[in-house]
């Protein structure tokens, strides 16, 4: 079942009825690909952060954690995104830019910073963090293709916060570079529950496979024997 059935009108997804049929088609996918897990910090995850929504956040997590263990297990590239390298980093106008959400208010004095990646998925050695600033895309500004080039990938499996936002931007900056681009939607989340609904459906549609934790694992564990071969070369 897909997260989009019973918001996007079926006069809307038959009218994508070109090549395939609907929201199926078989999976377009390479056999080199890295997991990319943007923004999963607790300023996204946790409802107690402005920009946060522990509802879908903390669910998030857990299937970014059964990503991992599979991601981990293959030896697959796993490379994280989060805002600035100091976690108490206070970005000044310039750095922020020109975000439509207005003046936040401000983070409660007893919270610990939120630029921070949780404990049930925090990096281990070997894997990568970039520090993409307040910018949305993954990509923009950052080292993020040439990690990929350098590592040979050709699918990029993108998770994180949120949907509509740095996840979508990172999507189709992945797209733009001609990879192909997973989804699994139980591992991203997003504050307004229709816009993650709508933009993982148009994502699909567009230029990515939109599919489930369980089905990207399975994925994962058939290019097992491929992946450690390649990487004994």
Known sequence: ?????????ESDVSSFRNAFNGSERPLEAG????????DMTMAFIDSRYPTGWSETGYPAVEANRKL???AREIGIPVIYTKAYPDPNHKPTPLERGRWKTGKRPPVQSDLPPGDVIPDPITPIEGEVIIDKGSKPSGFFG???ASYL??????????????TSGCVRATVLDAFQNNYYVLIPHEACADRSQLSHKVNLFDMHMKYADVISVDTTVDYLQQ??????ELASV
Do not use: H, N, Q, R
């Open 31 to 38: 056999t080199k690909p890295a997991l990319v897990i943007i």
């Open 142 to 144: 950052t080292p993020l």
């Open 1 to 9: 079942m897909y997260p989009w059935e019973g918001v996007i009108p």
């Open 68 to 70: 991992l263990v599979a």
């Open 223 to 228: 290019l097992s024997g491929k992946v450690k």
């Open 149 to 162: 080039t350098y590592y040979g990938v050709d699918t990029v499996i993108v998770t994180g916060m949120t």
